[in-house]
């Protein structure tokens, strides 16, 4: 026999508080629209014309069925935002120990690497109570990374970093779905989260074949691209030191000031005269079609590993 749930599994920290959510919203819908409906079937029965002739009472109503009426979808709907709103901002906001996955979508599959070096195709081993910080990027067109289970989805945009993150909690395999159309193979562009013990997961990992890690492989494009010339760690060079600039704000040389998170490192790899740092000349060359965009990932991976130099201690 096979059973076709009403839900997915529930195998994250957030699943079973979203159903929670859902179904909360289901059923304060579905209550005020039976009464709704109950009460105009009563007024259309018990207030109907009897006589040709009849005319309706006049009416002035009531500022406290008004108010009544008012208040209590208010309260209602602001649980509901606050309720939302708090998963959402705690979705947005991965822990700071959690382990970072690069995802890159293209035409028609997922390419995903671990920290470690070990890359798969459509598949995503993880570990158990462990938060997983995934970051996203697109080869070609729009994308979208759907683990139902989890009950997290984002888009993979093109030309942009995305993130999602999600923290399992049960041992398992689960579907990866692609939830926006890509053309021709978009429904055959499905895959598995793998869901181990901690245990069983160094055991994958330390059985994987790797091909450097992410940050091992930004390095060393850093160096082949002759990124070093310019950005030299004592800031003599003709571009800016990238010692500590991930996450700093960062002066253009417009007067504005902007945060260097993800996508600002991406566009200045990609497309470096749209933001030039103040007391720099726009010379960097753009590197649009010359880097993948998992060279990318792995180039914005190594740069945020960047820190400045601890000040020496007086003596």
């Not at 947005?92 to 470690?116: I, T």
């Not at 030299?232 to 260097?260: C, I, M, N, W």
């Not at 965009?293 to 130099?309: C, D, G, H, S």
Request: charged share 15%; with cysteine.
């Amino acid at each position: 026999p096979t059973s076709f749930p009403l839900f997915p599994p529930t195998a994250s920290t957030v699943a079973v508080e979203m159903d929670l959510l859902y179904l909360f919203i289901t059923a304060v819908c579905a209550f005020f629209a039976i009464v709704v409906v109950a009460v105009i079937a009563f007024f259309t029965i018990k207030y109907r014309r009897r006589t040709p002739d009849a005319v309706g009472a006049d009416i002035h109503g009531s500022l406290m069925l008004e108010l009544t009426w008012t208040f209590i979808p208010f309260v209602l709907s602001m649980v509901m935002f606050g309720w939302g709103a708090s998963l959402f901002f705690r979705l947005a906001s991965p822990p700071a120990n959690a382990m970072e996955l690069f995802v890159v979508g293209k035409q028609w599959m997922w390419k995903v690497q671990h920290p470690e070096g070990v890359r798969e195709i459509n598949e995503m081993h993880v570990p158990t109570g462990r938060p997983v910080r995934v970051t996203l990027g697109s080869e070609d067109v729009l994308h979208d990374y759907f683990i139902p289970a989890f009950r997290v989805k984002m888009d993979a945009v093109p030309g942009k970093v995305t993130t999602l993150w999600f923290e399992a909690t049960e041992v398992g395999t689960y579907l990866i779905f692609f939830a926006e159309y890509c053309g021709t193979k978009h429904s055959g562009m499905i895959g598995q989260v793998i869901v181990m013990t901690p245990q069983d997961y160094e055991a994958w990992l330390a059985g994987g074949r790797s091909t450097g890690t992410a940050v091992q492989n930004g390095e060393r494009l850093f160096t082949d691209l002759a990124c070093v010339t310019c950005h030299k760690p004592d800031a003599t060079g003709r571009g800016p030191s990238l010692l500590g600039v991930f996450g700093s704000t960062v002066t253009l040389s417009d007067g504005r000031k902007v945060v260097a998170d993800e996508n600002y490192l991406r566009e200045s790899i990609m497309n470096s005269q749209a933001k030039i740092v103040a007391g720099y000349q726009g010379i960097m060359p753009t590197f649009q079609g010359m880097v993948t965009e998992e060279n990318l990932l792995q180039l914005i991976a190594y740069i945020k590993t960047l820190k400045p130099a601890a000040p020496e201690a007086k003596k």
